[in-house]
């Protein structure tokens, strides 16, 4: 969190370093280009000067390049090897930079086919493949930077009103017919050019002609959980209605793209949408606030299409203040408060904001901590931050704080928590197994694991720190936790019993206990029979529950002679070893001094003479062998019984 | 052979020697007596034999006389709270016989076997302390229904009342002249000395499932102070400390189910389950205890009160219990709580629907497991000494009350053999040949107690020690 001491109200910020540039001014032209996230300061047509600025602090250059008319487009591509310079409608001229942002300033040009046709703009597809927009349709192109020319690879026509391309999927949509609510999207991918299915996007009925066409601003493309979609903002749904709404389309692989979700604005007027992290964010510049949708989120149905609201009440941006240098001589820096919602913001996807004329890039971000005061519902809090990036604090505190007295959530929506955060952890643990099996480390988008060791210790923790929590409570949700897990099929780790034993047993629950052990809820294990033997002063069934426990484990046997022979049950440790056949194996020595220390000489003699059968059994001696350590117990025998009473070797 | 004269109760009295310890006033040490119309002369007679008893052993050794035996006759002793006595007595059944063309009388001493009666006496005051019938005129025509007014502990009641011991008498009376009637001597055995609980076998998700559904059901209604789960007539789960358990289980499952279930089978009850009328959805829940019919305000039904030694001693509590299906949830809500109508709409409304899916879920489970086949060539009785769990094949049900599947003097030696075995704390194995040429194994170990009687024609010693009977059990 931010020290701010109002940062507990917003939830949507600019981020703390702006990309800051020269602002538009009549010599200065300011581009964006949103594939490779660079700000592009064009004075007097290049001639002056050419300065780029990316995302990290050593991606800016600057250059020179000849002033032949205004600059309508410029971009790099993807590998900042050969810029693409747009100043006619007629052609885009190219310039060749090496790995240190040399240039020799030699333009190379391609014009667009056909006479009539004008270039609407251009986007870099490969790095060395490129794409003409024409009102003709679309112009492919390899750009060859050693022969400073290009071959055309193929030309779709189709008439245009306007595209969108976004970078990341490789998706250019072209808009076309009368209302331009025709979209067809391409794919580029490898050199290759795949024309998926059309769709049209439903206008808003009117009754009066001519109607409104489909907008180039009201259409972006945005990544969403993975999926994309077409997003579309319509001012006036249906007729009467001010409330604009923000329609998704879901481009599929197969078949037209469909409509999914409707987000309801519930505002009309001036809007802009950033996607940050998955989330909708839509500004909106007459109030000055922003909202936030989730797709992810369960909104209402009619069975085809999710209608989704606000996920938090409209809020403003943070403010946001800039340093300047002060013209005052007594300060060397002065703070402007930029204005937001200015009518100077450009909004980029996904998450870009430009003032040009204060000459500042933001990427908006979003902070999680505000949004828990402002979600009251748990479930829906943790849902929504459970896919979100960087979450995992967040939603430990929002565990461990429905658990505190006062603030205290009911069973039942811990319950459905525990659920969901235990199936994430469960597909996590699915897709952990099968990439081990076939080694094929395809990684997964790193989503927000809640493990057991991580509710131990930064929620369940909460009962050590809080004595106001009554123990009821507490055993109800542990128990509710173990139900989730053993649900999700998966293992309990033992440290989670050790807790709940620990809060049983000050609170003499003994029986509780004693019927989780009967009923297996807590799982066999040598640390837990360790316990439970612990417990034998305050309740004594606990010895016998442990050795149950340590039998049932089959792999405890050392364990079950150690406690029978510390209780000096020496008859039933004796048994114990015939009933599971390892009689020739154990130490004789360990059972003759608990024999001896019982000071019961018939028992000691019984012990004894059990070894000593053993040891004709094995060697045809009843003698002990020297490495068994066993004369003093030999000596205490003879001084009990004397010498006679040894057995001696048969001679047959 | 002649006629038999079976075991029968001869008389029970409960008395304390400090409230007549002039002469002429011992009438007045005489707190219930069994039955009523004996004369006073021989009450007091008695109770003088049995007070002369009890000071004569005591001489002799530290721990209090538990039994005299005559040969008509045995007197069992109890001492459950300080001063105060309770004894029973029960005859000797008896062999008519002719010797010589004599008529004569063969006594069977051996066949009562004091533990058993022991264990009954024991659990005639555990009972009591628990639970009386009610003093509503009504029920008093269900002769069944015998608990439902609940005491405490004598000492309890006489702190309450000022020492007033009329009212101790009232209640001692009020009890036990209908509990006695219901008291089948002649058909106790070992598991009345085990007096255990039959839990059910659950896997390891539902049983959480119950679990959970408790615990979300006590956090919604804290009020309720222990809650316990049961299933037909086994317990799943308890709140109730072990020995608390132990009673109501005995009060559940030979008292409170049966009778409501010979009411529903008599279709007294008016509720139809299916309540379609409401807006809420159909379940199958309704009060055992409690109102009988939940669209019905007027009447709060028969709520019974309970002492338990849970967490205090004596803490009266109402005993509410909830049933869907097959599954009954006991609810112990301490009486300082006053019972509204509101509060039992407000827990059927919650129980109903959950209680009627966890039930069925339940009831699948149970239906695959109970495929029990033909007649076994063993039957078995397990008692677990740390849980209280039981288990028998010997009897046809777990409540005893249809019969048994071994010769009778076959299951009074199991409670010999329960009995020489206890003597030791070392763990033990016994096995006996009956004349009826059953085998009978007995073992104690780790805390449990297993009889195995075995019916096999010309087995001998060896292979019956050689068979593995290892059944497991919790």
Known sequence: ?652 | MGTKGATRLVSFFVFNSNYGPREGEEHKKILFYYPKEEDLDNKIKNIGLCEAIVKFAETFSDKPCQSMHTQKMRHLFLEPEKDFWAVMTVSIPFIEKQKEGQPYTEYQEEDVQDPVYEALLRQAYRMFQVCTSPVYEAILRQAYRLFQLFNGTFCHILAKTNNNVDVLKQRLDHFYSRYLQTLRVHQSDIIDIFSGIHFMPLDKNTYLRVQCFINLLEARFPYIKYTAFMYNDQLVWSGLEQDDMRIMYKYLTTSLFPSYQEQELQGTSSVSPARTTTAQAIHYGKFVTGPPDINDENTLGKIPRVFINSEVENEECFLLVYRAHNASVCMLINVANTMTFDLCRKLDGFLGPQLTQLASDIGEQYSKRVTTSGDPPYRYIYFNHMNLAQKTTVHTDNKKSSGIHIPPDTLRLLTDISADMSKSSEDGETIVKTFSDNWVVGKKSDQREFYVVINQKNANLIEINGNNYNIRMN
């Open chain 1, 1 to 652: 969190m931010t020290s701010s001491e109002d940062s507990g109200s917003f939830f949507i910020e600019l981020c703390k370093n702006p990309i800051r540039f020269d602002p538009v001014d009549k010599n200065t032209n300011v581009f964006y280009d949103d594939a490779n996230k660079q700000v592009f300061t064009v004075r007097s047509g290049g001639a002056v000067g050419v300065v780029v600025k990316g995302p990290k602090e050593n991606d800016s250059s600057t250059f020179r390049i000849e002033s032949r008319g205004d600059v309508m487009s410029i971009k790099f591509s993807p590998d900042r090897k050969i810029l693409g310079i747009q100043r006619s409608p007629k052609s885009v001229e190219f310039i060749n930079f090496g790995d240190d942002m040399s240039t020799d300033q030699l333009e190379y040009s391609q014009a667009c086919k056909g006479k009539s046709t004008i270039i609407s703009g251009f986007v870099w597809t490969s790095p060395t493949e490129i794409v003409f927009i024409t009102d003709h349709g679309i112009e492919f192109y390899q750009v060859i930077a050693e022969k400073k020319s290009l071959r055309s690879l193929k030309t779709i026509s189709l008439s245009v009103c306007w595209f969108v391309w976004q970078a990341e999927s490789g998706i250019l949509l072209l808009a076309s017919g009368s209302l331009s609510n025709s979209l067809n999207p391409f794919q580029f991918r490898g050199g290759i050019v795949t024309k998926l299915a059309k769709f049209e996007v439903d206008l808003p009925a009117s009754t009066k002609p001519p109607r409104q066409s489909l907008q180039e601003r009201d259409v972006s493309m945005a990544l969403l959980y993975g999926q994309l979609y077409v997003v579309v903002l319509r001012h006036q749904p249906r007729p009467g209605t001010a409330a604009a709404e923000i329609v998704l389309y879901q481009i599929m692989r197969e078949g037209p793209a469909r409509k999914t979700n409707i987000l309801r604005l519930e505002m009309s007027g001036r809007f802009a949408i950033n996607i940050v992290s998955n989330l909708v964010l839509v500004h909106h510049q007459t109030s000055r606030t922003s909202v936030v949708f989730d797709i992810h989120l369960d909104g209402e149905s009619d069975g085809y299409v999710h209608y989704h609201y606000p996920v938090v009440s409209p809020l403003p941006i943070k403010p946001f203040k800039l340093l300047l240098p002060s013209l005052s001589p007594q300060a060397d820096k002065m703070e402007y408060n930029c204005e937001l919602y200015s009518a100077n913001w450009v909004v980029f996807q996904p998450n870009v904001i430009i003032d040009a004329k204060l000459g500042c890039l933001w990427y908006v971000e979003l902070k999680l901590d505000p949004l828990v005061t402002m979600i009251p519902d748990k479930y829906r809090l943790v849902k929504l931050l459970l896919v979100r990036d960087d979450s995992k604090r967040v939603i430990l505190s929002v565990c461990r704080n429905m658990l505190l007295p006062g603030q205290q959530a009911n069973l039942v929506s811990i319950a459905k928590i525990f659920d969901m955060l235990n199936k994430v952890y469960q597909q996590y643990l699915e897709s952990e197994c099968q990439n081990l099996a076939t080694d094929s480390g395809v990684p997964q988008r790193s989503r927000v694991i809640i493990d057991q060791s991580d509710m131990y210790t930064h929620v369940f923790s909460v009962f050590e720190d809080n004595k106001d929590i009554k123990y009821k409570f507490m055993v109800a949700v542990i128990i509710e936790y173990i139900r989730s897990l053993n649900q999700c099929a998966i293992p309990v780790q033992h440290y989670l019993y050790e807790l709940i034993i620990n809060i049983l047993v000050p609170n003499n629950c003994f029986y509780q206990l004693h019927q989780f052990l009967q009923y297996h809820v807590l799982t066999d294990s040598k640390p837990l029979a360790c316990l439970m033997l612990s417990l034998e002063s305050v309740y004594a069934p606990a010895h016998q529950l442990a050795l149950d426990m340590l039998k049932r484990l089959s792999t405890a046997n050392e364990e079950i002679i150690e406690v029978l022979l510390s209780k000096q049950q020496l008859l039933p440790a004796i048994r114990f070893i015939r009933s599971v056949g390892i009689v020739d194996t154990v130490s004789s020595r360990k059972f003759l001094e608990a024999a001896m220390n019982t000071e019961d000489p018939r028992l000691f003699y019984t012990v004894f003479k059990f070894f000593e059968q053993r040891n004709v059994r094995l060697r045809q001696n009843p003698k002990f062998q020297p490495g068994e350590h066993c004369e003093v117990y030999v000596k205490h025998f003879e001084s009990l019984f004397g010498t006679d009473a040894l057995a001696h070797i048969q001679v047959s």
